[in-house]
């Protein structure tokens, strides 16, 4: 694996101009034209995101639901086919080697979807933990491409290029082998990390270009614009999904982070199990909290969150928040500084700033 390279769907990522980040090889976009004008067309229509950089394991066999089972927090079982499953994956201490997408493809047929910088290491976490179970891992990253339109606007854009009735597909589900512009897919999928309705299409490394300039044709009118990792982070940030490197890590666990909801403890067994159970049982020693800079100033990552001049935290993701106006940051503090309301600051280049903790998510969209 450490010989195979994804090159660029569509070096004319390029010709956009703005700033360019490396995903292995992988050239992608930090921006096309601006972040918050990328930000602003998700939130009012849609943007479309390149983002083939993310890694695919096929898993295939007898034990393959077992298997990623062993390896994910959440429970599969329950999964019906065409369903996505978000789970994180744990190391045996109960810290998070990843989160990941799942999707049941058929009753013994899984698509796992990894974060591009962690795939080579996913990739290795999973063959090794399913190792003695009846199964086929295919590491199928580098010939797969996957654009995601995202916004308000995202289905009826969409529309245009399939026959396939999108309005069937609903939240966390998918349908495979869909026709988008005259080219089979391999799945279409309704998920999204940005807090918006949208949709993500699994395809052939070969026709994303084909697909990429048909979407935003499609789009042309209602302002679809290409978007790059700026706004992909921006809009996350605002719906408080977590990003590994910020929030989680191998430092903490999903029950830190808020995702107790994807930890099914009541699974007979999964990597990680017991450390989460124990770390319940002894009640939390940190927790991922909200917070709002309400004097002058923007939270970054690695700021300290101080209460009395005492350093209490660090902001994980911070940022002046582009559909609020507010200056917003997620960061770790003491379950006894994490109730709503709680009176703290944020230390800004040496300086105490007023912050208070806010309800998470900052945003959510209307339905």
Known sequence: MENLKKTPLYPEHLKFGGRIVEF??????????????????????AGLFDVSH????????????AAINHVITANLVPATIDQAVYSPVCYPGGTCVDDVLVYRLGEQRYLVVVNAGNMEKDWDWFVEH????????????????????????????????TATDLGQIKYYRCQQDVSVAGQKTLLVS???????????????????PQLWEAMLEAGADEGVIPCGLGARDTLRFEACMPLYGHEIDDQTTPLEAGLSRFVKLDKEEFIGREALVQQKAEGLKRKLIGLEVTGRGIPRPGYPIAVESREIGRITTGTQSPTLGKALGLGYVPPEYASLGTQLSVVIRGVPVAAQVVPTPFYKRQK
Request: charged residues 15%.
């Open 190 to 208: 309704r998920t999204g990390y940005t807090g918006e309705d949208g949709f993500e299409v699994y395809c052939s490394a070969a026709v994303a």
């Open 24 to 45: 292995g090889g992988w050239a992608m976009p930090v921006q096309y034209s601006s972040i918050i004008a990328e930000h602003t067309a998700v939130r009012t229509a």
């Open 130 to 161: 399913c190792q003695g179970f009846d199964c086929d891992l295919d590491n199928i990253s580098f010939g797969v491409g996957q654009l995601a339109l995202q916004g308000p606007l995202a289905q009826q854009v969409l529309q245009r290029l």
């Open 54 to 65: 993310m890694g695919e394991f096929l898993v295939e066999g007898p034990e393959a639901m």
